[in-house]
């Protein structure tokens, strides 16, 4: 057949048989473009939630370093407290017995005063005898508690064990030094229960 009879084609035919028909856009391709959208703008909620949790991170540290400080000085002041106690339960147990050796103070001056008297007979000397042995049981048994003399005649005056009463000048004696003993000073266990009276050089 002979292309003379196919009909002639207008420029607008051809134009419009060249226009691709495009396709109408799918349901899914529509939610897969939002759901990219939504990706690549930014969530201002996600960052205000994720400052609130850092802030609220951040004070529960702070509360968390407030405890721990208190039970850190809570535990310093128990182990104070237990010190104190210990040392005190250790003092009182160290000078349990001062009170009865206060008491006991005038009687060991009244054995020296009798252990001064003179004796005429053989009765009398017998007499100061068994004082003595009762006066040496008696030191024995408050030494053993801790009980000790303070030295005085001849030592150097000194106002923590010594109690000055009298002053005498004596050339053959230092100034300041002990010249006699009026009354004993007894310690227990390196504290001063009563100090020595005594008589001081000039």
Known sequence: MSKKNEPVKTEEQAAAEEVEVKEPVSETETEEQV???????????????????????????????????????????????????????????????????????????????????????????????????????LIEAVSREGLEEIKAVGEPFDPNFHQAVMQEKDDSAEPGTVLQELQKGYMLKGRVLRPAMVKVNE
Do not use: C
């Not at 809570?74 to 010190?83: E, G, Q, S, T, V």
């Open 35 to 137: 759901e990219l959208a939504d990706t690549e703008t930014p969530d201002i909620d996600s960052s205000v939630e994720e400052e609130e949790t850092v802030n609220e991170a951040e004070e529960l540290r702070k509360q968390l370093e407030a405890e721990q400080n208190k039970y850190l000085r809570l535990l310093a002041d128990y182990d104070n407290f237990k010190r104190r106690t210990q040392k005190d339960k250790e003092i009182a147990n160290k000078f349990r017995s001062q009170s009865l050796l206060s008491d006991i103070l005038p009687v060991l001056d009244n054995f020296e005063r009798a252990m001064s008297v003179t004796t005429n007979s053989e009765e009398s000397a017998s007499l100061l005898k068994g004082l003595e042995m009762v006066q040496k049981s």
